[in-house]
């Protein structure tokens, strides 16, 4: 677990991929677990540590995930998160497609409606019963031979939306089988990253902007280099 910025009423983690933010039916340890324990060990708390989860990020997914350390930051920020005041940018390598490399950002609107067995979504270009509206902005950072490198800025926040909705557009993010992807990363990760979030401070009313590292991988590496 690395922490990438904390206060005395937030604290922001990079979560590695394959980790679960919260505790679900694996019944494997959660971060938000690791982060209390964390608190507890460097603030040398006694008894239980508060720590609110305001947000989420899928298992195979890394980046940034905001916990609030205290009972007045968690009801702010899930107002926050709520009304669309916390940006949230994300970088995702895809399956290479033919588009050219600029700097303007593309507008994707699909309708997703989320299958619960299957734990997957599906996109529509028309509204659906039951599909909820779904739009993204994207723009391509990098070309490579087989993959790109996007950047990713969500105006909504729906169940898989990302992957869903990269994949509808025949760019499935590289390593992710359940959404079309050609074969899976050794680690079982998909490339998908919270890179960057930016919101001012529930408590302070400061500005907060914080970037996760890259992944230490040669292909996030090198496609990052060639970013215009």
Request: include cysteine.
């Amino acid at each position: 677990m690395q922490v990438v910025y904390e206060d005395n009423h937030i604290i922001i983690v990079n979560k590695e991929s394959g980790e679960i933010v919260q505790g679900d039916k694996t019944g494997d340890r959660p971060l938000s677990e690791l982060v209390k324990d964390y608190i507890k060990e460097k603030y040398q708390k006694p008894g239980a540590v508060f720590l609110g989860v305001v947000h989420r990020l899928d298992r195979p997914v890394s980046g940034l995930v905001v916990f609030a350390r205290t009972s007045k930051a968690l009801a702010r920020l899930n107002k926050m998160f709520a009304e669309g005041e916390v940006h949230k940018t994300y970088w995702a390598i895809v399956e290479s497609e033919k588009r050219r490399v600029n700097s303007e950002d593309s507008l994707l609107t699909h309708w997703l409606k989320r299958n619960e067995q299957q734990n997957k979504s599906y996109a529509y270009d028309h509204e659906v019963p039951h599909a909820k509206k779904a739009m993204l902005r994207y723009r391509c950072l990098a070309k490579g031979e087989r993959y790109d490198l996007l950047e990713v800025q969500l105006m909504t926040g729906r169940h898989h939306q990302i992957r869903c909705q990269l994949a509808a557009i025949g760019s499935p993010i590289k390593g992710d089988l359940k959404y079309g992807a050609k074969r899976s990363n050794p680690d079982g990760s998909i490339s998908l990253l919270s890179r960057r979030i930016e919101f001012v401070h529930p408590v302070s009313k400061e500005p907060i902007s914080v970037e996760a590292p890259l992944p230490h991988d040669p292909l996030w590496q090198a496609l990052s280099s060639q970013i215009i």
